[in-house]
């Protein structure tokens, strides 16, 4: 059995370690060089959220404990208001409840040598997909070579060359949704002897109504910053092109961030805006050839779920290969068909977080419902919020959570709108009425 991965990202990596495990014969082509020697692309420290859902995957490898020492614990949100007072929102119940911030580079090359120890799995750096004939399961790339596989999962990323092959074949549809934001990456640097000049274990957050910073620590003590703006419009990456009127912008909104970037001209006109979109697609399959992970479901970044559902893919397509024990046309259409509610609905939801961090964060009523959420969550063992299914329980599905959540949610700022204390708020009614919802 020989199985051929476009893309050796944060997916594909990962799933040809899953694909090794089976025995597979594996191939693993990488448009990009090998960072292991030369470096990663870019050069500069990005950084991810990693969570339950990936991590239920490193564990199911056995290498988790590889991994997870790679990644700082973040137990909350530490809000910073306009005149830098910080307020800090644990994201679960416990201290078992908490988001990871993990290197993407980091991350990848340790997937990419654990995939390597496989004596039949072989990583191809410096080779890019160039086309692909469904019929005939074959694929050329830019250095003239060409193979042929029994399977081909292309994990080749939001602008997938093989999604746009499937689109071409009249058989794939796809729309791209575009938000009306960018984003542009910039860098607390570390404090003296390494120190962490903010919360090292927090996310940040710097919500400012129609636009939002934030800022997750790297094992090195500095912080990846990134501000998400409008393109457009009259304080937007468009108009804030000077040195003077971007730092004027900082200076007005996120004083206590700029003072610890030293560097922030530089960066700001160094890194460039990055795109927003939502990607939705289908089908996901032609003849023996798959896409995965961002591929078929690239997502804004605002639910911090985007990688970990790529990995929760792989453990699904995984499961399927034992449920239906290698009949291939069965696994690819059962695969998609199941998969597809739940990946649409981490889109939706991360389109709807963005507005509820930008928006809501610094919002009295949305504060009392966070403080509201967290004691039921303390008290009762069974209630989970939204981000807690999303993020923490894997056993909730992405559409369930999706549609569970929403409704305790509008309800619980239903309550909170009419009340200044929540202590005056009688719990166990709140948590019969939250149990009659779902
Ligand atoms: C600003 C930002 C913040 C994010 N934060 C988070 C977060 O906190 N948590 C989270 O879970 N997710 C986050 N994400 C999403 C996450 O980055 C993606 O979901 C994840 O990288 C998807 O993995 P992938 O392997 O499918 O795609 P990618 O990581 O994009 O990998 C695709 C790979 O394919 C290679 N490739 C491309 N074309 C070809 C070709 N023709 N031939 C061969 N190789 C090719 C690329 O070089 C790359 O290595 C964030 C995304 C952004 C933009």
Redesign the pocket.
């Known amino acids: 059995m020989k199985v051929c991965i476009?893309?050796?990202?944060?997916?594909?990596?990962?799933l040809s370690i899953y694909m090794a495990r089976r025995g597979y014969d594996v191939e693993v082509?990488?448009?990009?060089s090998d960072s292991r020697l030369k470096g990663y692309e870019g050069g500069r420290s990005?950084?991810?959220?990693?969570?339950h859902r990936?991590i239920r995957a490193l564990k199911e490898l056995g290498i988790a404990e590889q991994i997870l020492p790679l990644a700082i614990p973040m137990h909350g949100r530490m809000i910073h208001d306009l005149q830098g007072n910080q307020a800090f929102f644990p994201y679960g119940k416990d201290n078992s409840e908490y988001?990871n911030?993990i290197s993407?580079g980091g991350l990848?090359e340790a997937l990419i040598s654990i995939a390597e120890e496989y004596k039949h799995v072989r990583f191809h750096f410096e080779?890019?997909?160039?086309d692909i004939d469904f019929e005939t399961n074959t694929i050329y790339?830019?250095n003239q070579l060409q193979t042929q596989a029994d399977l081909i999962i292309a994990?080749?990323?939001?602008?997938?060359?093989?999604r746009h092959k499937m689109i071409a074949t009249g058989k794939v549809n796809e729309s791209v949704d575009f938000l009306d934001h960018g984003?542009k990456?910039l860098e607390i640097p570390a404090g003296k002897d390494g120190s962490f000049l903010i919360d090292k274990n927090s996310l940040h957050i710097w919500g400012r109504d129609s636009f939002l910073l934030i800022a997750?620590p790297n094992l090195n003590g500095s912080f990846t910053v990134?501000l998400f703006l409008q393109n457009k419009g009259e304080e937007s990456f468009e108009t804030l092109d000077t040195p003077e009127k971007a730092k004027s912008f900082f200076h007005k909104y996120f004083p206590d961030a700029l003072a610890l970037m030293p560097d922030f001209e530089e960066d700001f006109f160094k890194n460039p805006v990055?795109v927003?979109a939502t990607l939705k697609t289908y089908p996901w399959v032609v003849n023996k050839t798959l896409i995965?992970?961002?591929?078929a479901h690239?997502?804004?970044?605002f639910?911090?779920?985007?990688?970990?559902?790529?990995?929760e893919d792989c453990i699904i397509f995984n499961d399927l290969i034992d449920e239906y024990k290698e009949d291939w046309d069965k696994i690819l259409s059962v695969y998609q068909e199941i998969r597809k509610k739940d990946t649409d609905a981490i889109a939706d939801l991360a389109v709807e977080n963005f507005y509820e961090m930008r928006d809501r964060v610094n919002d009295e009523e949305f504060q009392r419902m966070r403080k509201l959420e967290h004691l039921l969550e303390n008290t009762y063992p069974k209630y989970h919020s939204k981000y807690s299914m999303v993020t923490f329980h894997p056993e909730f599905p992405y559409s369930v959570a999706k549609a569970k959540g929403n409704k305790q949610n509008e309800y619980l700022l239903s309550l909170c709108k009419n009340i200044t204390d929540i202590q005056s708020i009688n719990i166990q009614d709140v948590y019969e009425k939250l149990k009659n919802l779902s």
């Open positions: 476009i893309g050796g990202g944060l997916a594909g990596s990962l082509f990488e448009k990009r990005i950084n991810l959220a990693l969570s990936g988001i911030s993407r990848n080779t890019s997909c160039q790339f830019n994990t080749d990323g939001a602008g997938s060359v093989v984003y990456e997750l990134t990055g927003l995965l992970g961002d591929a690239a997502v804004v970044p639910y911090g779920q985007g990688m970990n559902a790529s990995f």
